[in-house]
């Protein structure tokens, strides 16, 4: 894989030091973005949480043309044309974080239904609000799930409210009214953000006990849209696949 990284394009590793943050504590913040063959989905948006994050701990930072350096990772990786996923990385290093840019292939599944666990570990902090690279309990939580046959891990708080799952928002439906988790301690999802303006999506605190009224349940992420969720845990839901269909067109489709 060619990575693009202070400037240069190699297929080389990333040189850290390791006395840098990065190096020793994972400290660092990273977003995901979806090459649909043809541009890069809402770029823009991704990059202001991005650079929110950066600015908001005082981490000073080098920015490049970004628009031009992925697409230039992408060409050199052979992916033009292609579905792909595409990750900016900035480790905090001293004086200042330096992008690293990175492109693989992706292949999406567009008519898949998830199946979510329960996380028994629980994670709660509103560094959870920004998209770190101290990720080892998220990383973990999503091992397991897999292990045990799942596609992802259900997260929740000290008191069993839910917050999101390891790779994405989680959506609840009931009496066609959508729900979003109501908690400083999730991810401020793009892909949610988006959905925003396909459906009305209110903030509620929702317990696992409560689970069992929602008759729809969707998780979203910006590779993968909007899909149906059948199962949190041993709570099963009807999957719904027009809810999701004209919020993945946005989500996986050209900028706003």
């Known amino acids: 894989m060619i990575h693009y990284s202070k400037g240069a394009f190699s297929h080389e ?3 850290l030091d390791p006395a840098a943050p990065a190096f020793r504590y994972g400290a660092g913040f990273f977003e995901t973005i979806c090459y649909n063959g043809k541009n890069l989905c809402h770029l823009g948006l991704h990059l202001d949480r991005l650079l929110h994050a ?23 990786n052979g992916l033009d044309g292609q579905f792909a996923r595409v990750n900016i990385f900035y480790p905090i290093e001293e004086p200042e974080a330096h992008p690293v840019i990175l492109a693989a292939p992706f292949e999406p599944q567009p008519y898949k239904a998830y199946r979510l666990c329960l996380c028994n570990d629980r994670h709660v902090s509103t560094l959870n609000a920004q998209k770190t690279t101290s990720y080892m309990f998220f990383h973990l939580a999503l091992k397991e799930a897999r ?15 839910l917050l999101e799952s390891t790779t994405g928002a989680i959506i609840l439906e009931k009496n066609g009214d959508f729900f979003e988790m109501d908690t400083p301690y999730r991810l401020p999802s793009t892909a949610l ?19 069992a009224i929602y008759r729809h ?14 199962a949190i845990g041993e709570t099963a839901f009807v999957p719904d ?10 989500v996986l489709g050209d900028e706003l």
């Open 13 to 15: 590793g990333v040189v």
């Open 241 to 250: 696949e027009e809810a999701c269909r004209k919020v993945t067109e946005l």
């Open 147 to 161: 292990a045990r046959g799942f596609d992802d891990a259900a997260l929740l708080d000290f008191d069993n409210n």
């Open 217 to 230: 349940a969707y998780i979203l992420n910006s590779l993968i849209g909007m899909r149906p969720v059948v």
């Open 193 to 211: 953000k988006l959905a925003g303006t396909v459906h009305e999506i209110l903030p509620k605190l929702i317990n696992l006990e409560d689970l």
């Open 54 to 76: 950066l600015r908001a701990f005082d981490v000073d930072h080098k920015t490049i043309d970004f628009d031009a350096v992925i697409h230039q990772v992408l060409n050199r």
